[in-house]
């Protein structure tokens, strides 16, 4: 039973670029969340996919933006990225049905903004 | 708002000591969940255990143990018998049941535990 898989595990994109993130979640899976970790500190929550709609959301800008397929993956896209914005990012699938169950999360992407 | 706070920045213990990881938490929501994750240096954030507010009790599992004091608002987690392979960075994790999740957490700015052989 394969978990939850994150691609690419590493990017570098130029300030200013924009990047797409791609999430698999887990087998069964059908809500999928992005957190973004900066070095040294802990996650901290961009939004929550489910039935393919935006359904939570964390303090981030407009720049940040996701959707979410029908299969339930899920993509990440940064606009006019920033070096601020380098940072593992993380993605996290859960099952909307069992509201108490924990998150399982990828390994990550980590993006590098030069 | 929600904030998590982990005063312990850093921790070395030495092979089969005991350690105590501290987590304190602050929230205006009467029910919530609160999580001990583990992140090793591949970067994946492994579940460790999770603890609805209104059910105090502690409890041990293996070599994990918590204490959870709503009085205090604190959620300390503690590994007996430490292993090198516990060696990663801890966070503690609050989420609010009445937003559907365990799915939306706030973390803390994490432990970072070494054991040393």
């Known amino acids: 039973d394969a978990g939850v898989t994150q691609s690419p595990t590493h990017l570098i994109k130029t300030r200013g670029q924009q990047v797409t993130l791609r999430c698999s979640p887990k087998?069964?899976?059908?809500?999928v969340s992005w957190y973004q970790q900066a070095l040294g500190q802990g996650p901290q929550f961009i939004f929550q996919y489910y039935e393919e709609e935006e359904r939570q959301r964390g303090n981030f800008p407009d720049r940040f933006s996701g959707h979410q397929y029908p299969n339930y993956s899920s993509e990440l896209n940064v606009n006019a990225l920033l070096l601020g914005d380098s940072a593992l990012y993380l993605c996290?699938?859960?099952?909307?049905?069992?509201?108490?169950?924990?998150?399982?999360f990828g390994q990550g992407t980590r993006l590098t903004v030069v | 708002a929600q904030k998590v706070t982990q005063a312990q920045t850093e921790i070395s213990v030495v092979e089969k000591e005991d350690v105590t990881l501290d987590c304190v938490y602050e929230t205006r929501d009467t029910t919530y969940y609160l999580f001990w994750y583990k992140q090793p240096p591949s970067g994946e954030l492994v579940f460790l255990i999770r603890?609805?507010?209104?059910?105090?009790q502690n409890e041990i599992s293996g070599r994990y143990s918590w204490n959870f004091q709503k009085s205090t608002s604190s959620f300390n987690f503690t590994i007996t018998a430490s292993q090198v392979v516990d060696s990663a960075v801890y966070f503690c994790?609050?989420?609010?049941?009445?937003?559907?999740?365990?799915?939306?957490?706030?973390f803390g700015s994490g432990t970072q535990l070494t054991v040393l052989p």
């Open positions: 603890r609805n507010s209104f059910d105090e």
């Open positions: 087998s069964g899976h059908d809500t």
């Open positions: 996290a699938s859960s099952l909307a049905l069992y509201r108490d169950a924990e998150a399982f």
């Open positions: 994790a609050l989420g609010n049941i009445s937003s559907g999740s365990a799915r939306q957490l706030t």
